[in-house]
């Protein structure tokens, strides 16, 4: 991750080319890891057998991401919060707040079965998915912002996730805030702060891996994904459309309400943009590890979706968007009489290798996303 200032004078220098080629890698990253994660989707539900016994391996898994996600940060990300604590206390609470409460609503409007509500619920429970970082800046959207709102809600994860689940999905199945409070400690928190610790004390080494750490996450979140299909796999069948809806409804309301939060508090175009990604798009690794450990595989089904799904209608939106803003700034050339607007709005530019890729790392310039 970078810093707001990092960002702003790396955009000051930023030539057309340079701009195609962050773009370019930018899609590479939502497009590899979906596709790496149906891949790893249709080995589990072909090959349940293969991956039965690696269940009790999802937390330590996420733990691998986590320390990835926090190898990619620094001290410095932590200054656009104390900068802009009005746009991302907003985040903060629109995530925590439209996302819980779109999951609770569409599994009673659905009537889904008590694990995948539960599932449904847990993912909305989630911190903001990492990889909206990356889907920001192809947005042309405030990537400082976005970088901003993922690392706090990532880092009160273990404070807020735990009763959110127990209030609103209690009423499902049975849970132990307590001991959610505890894994997600161990699989979320320590992990990252042990991958600051780490590039804080070896920065120089850490910089050489950078590249190579949104494969790792993508690969480790695959896996993941692939424990979270075969440990469910007879139940896909008859439930993997329900779960299609689900997942799109969430998603989708989720991306609409956090655009019009931002839109709503006034924020401008490239920190709306930045609010529906953050809004929209969740940690499901954390989601599915969260349920595997205290569900269910198949309560963990709708997070292995999500994590598909959040990437591919991500690039969509992303690309939607990003058309609306080139063509506001052509209408707004200084011909017109008017300054050119900056992509990214005051938050600074958008930087890739402080995109956070997936649901766990920073997404280097030219690497793959990794989220889930």
Same mark, same amino acid.
């Given at each position: ?101 779109? /999951? ?5 409007? +659905? !009537?889904?079965? &008590?694990? @995948?509500? *539960?599932?449904? =619920?847990? %993912?909305?429970? #989630? ?11 192809l947005a042309r959207g405030d ?59 070896? /920065? ?5 891996? +950078? !590249?190579?750490? &949104?494969? @790792?996450? *993508?690969?480790? =979140?695959? %896996?993941?994904? #692939? ?77 292995a979706v999500f994590s598909v ?6 690039? @969509?939106? *992303? ?54």
């Amino acid at each position: 991750m970078r810093s707001e200032n990092e960002c702003e004078r790396e955009d000051e220098h930023e030539s057309p080319a340079g701009r195609d080629a962050a773009d370019r890698a930018a899609r590479r990253a939502v497009t590899v890891f979906p596709v790496l994660v149906l891949v790893a989707g249709a080995l589990g539900l072909v090959l349940p057998g293969a991956f039965a016994e690696w269940k009790t391996s999802v937390p330590y898994l996420l733990g691998v991401v986590m320390f990835c996600m926090g190898l990619t940060m620094t001290p410095k990300d932590f200054q656009g919060v104390a900068r802009r604590p009005w746009a991302v206390g907003l985040g903060l609470v629109a995530h925590y707040v439209i996302m819980p409460g779109l /999951g609770w609503l569409i599994a009673n409007g +659905l !009537g889904l079965p &008590p694990q @995948l509500a *539960a599932g449904v =619920i847990l %993912v909305g429970c #989630a911190p903001s998915g990492t990889s909206s970082n990356v889907v920001t800046y192809l947005a042309r959207g405030d990537v400082a912002l976005s970088v901003s709102v993922a690392t706090v809600s990532t880092v009160l994860a273990p404070l807020v996730t735990p009763p959110l689940t127990l209030l609103l999905a209690g009423e499902f199945l049975p849970v132990d805030a307590g001991a959610m409070v505890t894994d997600i400690l161990k699989t979320v928190l320590l992990p990252v702060l042990a991958g600051l610790a780490l590039r804080l004390l070896a /920065g120089r080494y850490v910089d050489r891996a +950078l !590249g190579a750490l &949104p494969w @790792l996450s *993508a690969v480790t =979140i695959a %896996v993941i994904v #692939a424990v979270v299909v075969a440990g469910s796999a007879a139940a896909i069948k008859s439930a993997a459309l329900l779960v299609f809806v689900a997942v799109v409804l969430h998603n989708g309301l989720g991306l609409a309400l956090g655009y019009g939060a931002g839109k709503l508090a006034r924020l401008g175009p490239p920190a709306s943009r930045a609010m529906a990604f953050e809004v929209g798009m969740q940690n499901s690794g954390l989601a599915a590890s969260l349920a595997t450990a205290h569900f269910s595989p198949l309560a963990a089904l709708p997070a292995a979706v999500f994590s598909v799904w959040h990437n591919v209608s991500g690039a @969509l939106v *992303a690309a939607w968007m990003a058309y609306r803003a080139r063509r506001a700034d052509e209408v707004g050339r200084p011909s017109a009489g008017l300054p050119r607007q900056s992509p990214h709005g005051d938050g600074g530019a958008a930087d890739t290798s402080g995109a956070v890729g997936g649901n766990g790392t920073s997404a280097s310039t030219g690497s793959s996303d990794s989220s889930s």
